[in-house]
């Protein structure tokens, strides 16, 4: 269900329409290579793909970490200097912006696997780009969850 918050409803679009992007492209390049062998030994694209995928999971757990804990300690700094203002839509603000760059890191691990895949049809890309989204269709935010980080 949308949120009618408007930050978490924009979370929500971009998010889904992350998964389902990535997602048209893995049965896209899928069907492509349908009917062709697929190789199950590791080849150098393979594992290129496999290390870019565990690459993109690492860092969309460490980076947006980083992001977040950098914008709020700024936010404290500004709160001391001039006190008042919406210091809730700030850090929803900062949450937002944290997600949009973990869901961007998991997309683009997902694209790069499937393409490693179209260019040379292995399944370790293939488990690499679904492992990928599927991390990325669990970072769909819900009420809860913006609500636990934000207020």
């Known amino acids: 269900m949308m949120s009618r918050d408007p930050g978490l409803r924009v ?3 971009v998010t889904l329409a992350m998964v389902g992007g990535t997602f048209t492209v893995f049965l896209t390049f899928l069907f492509v290579r349908l009917g062709n062998p697929v190789a199950a ?3 150098m694209l393979a594992i290129v793909g496999l290390v870019t995928g565990v690459g993109g999971l690492i860092l969309s757990a460490v980076l947006p970490r980083l992001i977040r804990q950098q914008q709020l ?4 700094a500004t709160a001391a200097e001039s006190p008042g203002g919406d210091a809730n839509r700030q850090i929803a603000n900062t949450y937002i912006g944290s997600h949009m760059v973990k869901v961007a890191i998991l997309e ?3 694209i790069i696997n ?6 040379e049809p292995n399944w370790i890309p293939v488990g ?3 492992v990928c989204i599927a991390c ?9 969850t913006f ?3 934000t207020g």
């Not at 499937?114 to 260019?119: C, K, N, S, Y």
């Not at 990325?136 to 809860?144: N, S, V």
Request: contains cysteine; aromatic residues 6%; hydrophobic residues 55%.
């Open 128 to 130: 690499a780009a679904l």
């Open 41 to 43: 030994t590791p080849s």
């Open 147 to 149: 609500g636990n980080r």
């Open 73 to 76: 300690e700024r936010m404290r």
């Open 136 to 144: 990325l269709a669990c970072q769909f935010p819900t009420e809860a």
């Open 114 to 119: 499937l393409v490693l895949f179209l260019v």
């Open 11 to 13: 979370m929500q679009i």
């Open 108 to 110: 683009s691990a997902a």
